[in-house]
């Protein structure tokens, strides 16, 4: 199978009503555990690298191998830059070869955020990759105090801009802001499902949900209902392998090894990435 771009794989999703999970990975066990799940569900997926990730492994690193894994899959991949605020990295991804970027120009006034887009959709398109942009900023780590989630609607996309930013910029699927946060949820979410309707009336781009994490079953479907087609899923991921290693690693009682654990952690994400596949409806799409 061919590495994809996403512009292809969303509107596929747009017409059959579900939603494509888009999953951050920072090592090779991390790669090899999505792309077992995406098979064995035969399902289609998202291999993402955020760029703030860069410390666990250097984007030339782990490029080459996800896009490596991505060509061998025996489903389709799309292998995208996730939250790329730099030209730099983003035409460093484009080089190694992935099919899809995301722009982050969020926290810039919105005329900037309109130009720095715009150049960037101008380049991938040129080169055949998609182009995912952000409007609203949902920058904020989960958790926090209390005020933290009162001031969150201020930073929620409103629809009529939306429609506007698609427009001038031409981008491919757009992130919005409607109550969902980066990281671990500290207290309850609440989203804003007539505002994601009311976006998804304006603009006829695909919806991104960043913040995927630790939603419940009915919020993850109500969005994939409400126009959201790529729901970025990370932080609960992480955190339940790590907690589950944990646990392993306490009961176990004979030798073990650091390559063992390597083994537990791609079968550990394969489970996880594999429920959210169901969740979200694209098993057996691919
Ligand atoms: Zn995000």
Do not use: C
Not at 140 to 166: C, M, Q
Not at 171 to 187: C, E, M, P, S, W
Not at 219 to 232: L, S, T
């Amino acid at each position: 199978m061919t590495v994809v771009n996403m512009k292809n794989l969303l509107n596929h999703a747009s017409v059959e009503k579900y939603g494509i999970g888009a999953f951050n990975v920072t090592d090779l066990d991390m790669v090899r555990g999505v792309i077992a799940a995406a098979e064995t569900e035969n399902s289609p997926v998202i291999l993402q690298f955020a760029e703030v990730h860069k410390n666990y492994a250097p984007l030339e690193v782990l490029a080459p191998i996800m896009v490596d894994a991505a060509r061998n899959a025996k489903v389709p991949v799309v292998v995208h830059l996730d939250h790329a605020e730099t030209f730099d990295t983003i035409l460093q991804a484009m080089h190694v070869g992935f099919s899809s970027v995301m722009i982050d120009a969020s926290k810039m006034a919105y005329e900037d955020n309109i130009a720095t887009t715009r150049e960037i959709v101008k380049i991938a398109h040129a080169l055949n990759v998609s182009v995912e942009a952000e409007l609203g900023t949902m920058n904020r780590e989960g958790g926090g105090t209390n005020d933290f989630y009162d001031t969150l609607e201020s930073t929620f996309t409103d629809p009529k801009i939306a429609k506007d930013f698609v427009t001038k910029t031409g981008i491919d699927a757009l992130a919005v802001a409607f109550g969902t946060v980066h990281g671990v949820y500290t207290k309850k979410p609440h989203l804003d499902f007539k505002r994601l309707a009311e976006i998804n009336n304006e603009v006829d781009v695909p919806l991104v949900m960043h913040g995927g994490s630790g939603l419940s079953d009915f919020e993850y479907q109500e969005a994939i209902r409400n126009g959201v087609r790529k729901i970025n899923y990370y932080s609960t991921l992480a955190y339940n392998v790590a907690n589950s290693v944990k646990e392993k690693l306490n009961k176990e009682t004979k030798q073990i090894f650091i390559s063992d654990v390597s083994l537990w952690v791609i079968d550990l994400i394969k489970e996880d990435v594999r429920s959210k596949m169901r969740v979200f409806q694209s098993s057996g799409k691919a």
